[in-house]
Each structure stands twice: as structure tokens, then as C-alpha cells.
């Protein structure tokens, strides 16, 4: 008589237990979202510092100074925004042996809000095609052009197997705001809760020189880790596209 009860919540916990336990292809897969914007990180405990619109002539700077605080950061780089990607190709090739996150923030830092596919895919794989020539990689992750999205840009970006970010903080930097009003705007937002992704420009002396050191120090004092954004969204095998790809030569833009 008891049998069939117990059969019965035996089979129940059994199919409880696999369901709550997800094979790790299935987390990884999870973790690369695409087709949507990601504006957050998805863990706590760490702060994703995020850098656009380089390669620029503080860009060695930069990584000298993350790399003395033990910190990973995200470089969004263009192709010819501030002049040639390959005239610093050597700080590019540095950031990227060091561990930061090497993003892509398209060709010719075009809104791509407005694009057709084909144009979009173009801003893609023209900025690829540099890292590729620089440190043999295909980046996984992007973020657009002065925030510029629409739907048709996320489903071809979705094709491309990109993970679109913006952010959760605006430090202002590209609106002349101080350091120190863009520091207000971290204590406003906290540290705990999940990790924040900043907007910020490396193009600016005031970013590099003095809002870093401080979010350095701010992350150190509230016991926060800066990691890539790839590792604040739990997704660090992510962080370029699978394969091997050919160096075409090319050195001008
Ligand atoms: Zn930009």
C-alpha cells in the first residue's frame, strides 16, 4: 500500500535534483547573453571598469596603472576614431596580454541605431579583422557607439554572437563633468548589490589620471574586485569568439 507513495517521492526528488543542477555547457551557454542589452553585473562583489573610444595616447597609461593594482579592465576600442587602430597597435597588443578585455566599440564609431545589417556587419568585422592582425582574436563582446541601439542591430549582433553592453553608471567624463562629480555618482550608487559597469572614456585625462586612482581605492575600501566585464557577467570563456582566424597583413586604415 505505501509502495506507490514512496515510488512516487523518490521520482519526484530524483527529477528535482537533476533539474536544479544544470550541466556546465548549459551555464556557459546561459552566461553569453546575446540579443538583449546588458547594463549590470550579474555577481556581486566586484566593479567591471570599462573604458571607450581608445586606442589613444593614454592607453598605455591606463594599463600600466590597472595592472600595478592587480585590477582587470574592458577596453572598448575603435578603428579610427582617435587615428589608426595600428598606430598603437603596442598598447593594444599590451592590454591584451595582460589580461584586460579586449572589446570592440566598431570601425568608425558610428551610431548603429540607424544601420542596415550590412553596414552593421561591416563596423563589426572590419574592427575584428585589426585585432585579429593585432593579438590573433576576434572579440565576443561590443559596445555601441554613443549607446546607439534598435532591435534590427540586436538581432544581427545576435548573428555575430556579440554581447552588448551599455551601463549602469554615466560618469559624464564626454559631458565635461569633474572627477569628482563623477565620483559622487559611484557613492551615490553604492557598492553593494550586483557589480556596477561604468561609461567611461579613456580619451580623457581627468579619467585616467584621477577618476581611476580613486575607483582603485574605492573599490578597495569596500572590498570590491575590478575584473572584466566578461568575468562580472560569470561568462570569462566568452570573452572572444571561438576559432582561429588569419592574419591578413593589412597595418593602415
Ligand atoms: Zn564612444
Known amino acids: 500500500m505505501l509502495l506507490k507513495p514512496i515510488i512516487g517521492s ?6 528535482t535534483s537533476t533539474a536544479s543542477i544544470p550541466s556546465p555547457v548549459e551555464v556557459i551557454r ?27 595616447t593614454y592607453t598605455q597609461k591606463l594599463v600600466d596603472t590597472l595592472n600595478a593594482a592587480g585590477a582587470k579592465g574592458t577596453f572598448f576600442f575603435t578603428g579610427t576614431l582617435y587615428g589608426c587602430i595600428y598606430n598603437q597597435k603596442t598598447a593594444v597588443k599590451n592590454a591584451y596580454d595582460s589580461g584586460h578585455q579586449i572589446s570592440s566599440h566598431t570601425w568608425t564609431h558610428t551610431s548603429l541605431g540607424n544601420l542596415g545589417a ?19 582574436r576576434k572579440p565576443a563582446y561590443m559596445r555601441p557607439p554613443n549607446l546607439s541601439t534598435s532591435a534590427n542591430m540586436l538581432s544581427v549582433l545576435k548573428q555575430m554572437n556579440y554581447v552588448v553592453i551599455t551601463d549602469d553608471i554615466d560618469a559624464g567624463d564626454w ?11 559611484f557613492q551615490n550608487a553604492g557598492a553593494s548589490g550586483n557589480g556596477h559597469i561604468p561609461l567611461m572614456h579613456e580619451t580623457y585625462d581627468s579619467t ?8 582603485i581605492n574605492w573599490a578597495k575600501t569596500n572590498n570590491l574586485k575590478i575584473v572584466t566585464v566578461a568575468e562580472c557577467l560569470d561568462d570569462v570563456d566568452g570573452m572572444y569568439q571561438p576559432g582561429n582566424f588569419t592574419v591578413n597583413g593589412q597595418s593602415t586604415c
Open 175 to 185: 559631458n565635461h563633468e569633474s572627477a569628482q562629480s563623477s565620483e559622487q555618482k
Open 30 to 56: 546561459r552566461a553569453h547573453t546575446t540579443g538583449t542589452v546588458i547594463t549590470k553585473c550579474a555577481i556581486p562583489g566586484v566593479l567591471a571598469l570599462a573604458f571607450d573610444d581608445g586606442p589613444y
Open 208 to 215: 585616467v589620471n584621477t577618476l581611476v586612482p580613486w575607483l
Open 118 to 136: 550590412s553596414q552593421i556587419q561591416t563596423e563589426m568585422t572590419r574592427v575584428e579583422q585589426a585585432f585579429v592582425n593585432i593579438f590573433g
Open 10 to 15: 523518490l521520482l519526484l526528488a530524483v527529477c
